[in-house]
């Protein structure tokens, strides 16, 4: 079960999701849809006392660390693992360093492959239902497959 969109996040948590997120982003080069993914976020986190945005990797401190801090808490693991899938295919595309990053991070943050595989199942529904506003199923069937 992930954390729920009411749950209110600590400055912590926060920074933890920058860290994993940004070593996700920079392992092919940051493109302009995952900087703003990721600043949308961090911006509209609500949480006090966070540092100036910043996109540097290792700016909020070390992911491996940070996410094997996260596995006594499922619920935050799971969503560390979704915002890392979220921030690999906001230019489209998951790649393969990406992919295997981000498994390292689970398997870090305390989930099973299992687990997950159905995590990232979940952001490849989310997207592809994003895609509902597209003119045709040609369409829609077109862009899943690059998924």
Same mark, same amino acid.
């Given at each position: ?9 600590? =400055? ?10 940004? #070593?996700?982003?920079?392992? /092919?080069?940051?493109? @302009? ?5 990721? +600043?949308? &976020? ?8 966070? @540092?100036? &945005? ?7 401190? /070390?992911?491996?660390a940070?996410?094997a801090?996260?596995a006594? /808490?499922?619920? &935050?693991?799971?969503q560390?693992?979704?915002? #890392? &899938?979220?921030?690999?295919?906001? /230019? ?6 990406? =992919? ?10 305390? %989930? #099973?492959?299992? =687990?997950?595989?159905?995590?990232? %199942?979940?952001? +490849? ?13 040609e #369409?829609?069937?077109?862009?899943? +497959?690059?998924?």
């Open positions: 079960m992930t954390m729920d969109q009411g749950d209110v996040m600590t =400055r912590h948590q926060v920074l933890t999701l920058m860290a994993c997120m940004l #070593s996700t982003a920079h392992v /092919d080069g940051v493109t @302009p849809q995952e900087l703003a993914l990721m +600043k949308t &976020f961090y911006e509209q986190s609500g949480v006090a006392g966070l @540092p100036p &945005f910043a996109d540097d990797e290792g700016a909020y401190g /070390d992911h491996g940070l996410a801090q996260s006594s /808490d499922v619920g &935050f693991a799971e560390l693992v979704l915002m #890392s &899938f979220m921030t690999a295919y906001a /230019d489209g595309h998951l790649s393969d360093g990406e =992919r295997a990053h981000v498994l390292a991070i689970a398997a870090k943050a305390g %989930l #099973s492959d299992a =687990r997950t595989n159905e995590l990232l %199942l979940h952001v +490849k529904d989310t997207l592809i239902g994003s895609l509902a506003m597209l003119p045709d199923a #369409s829609v069937a077109q862009v899943a +497959k690059g998924l």
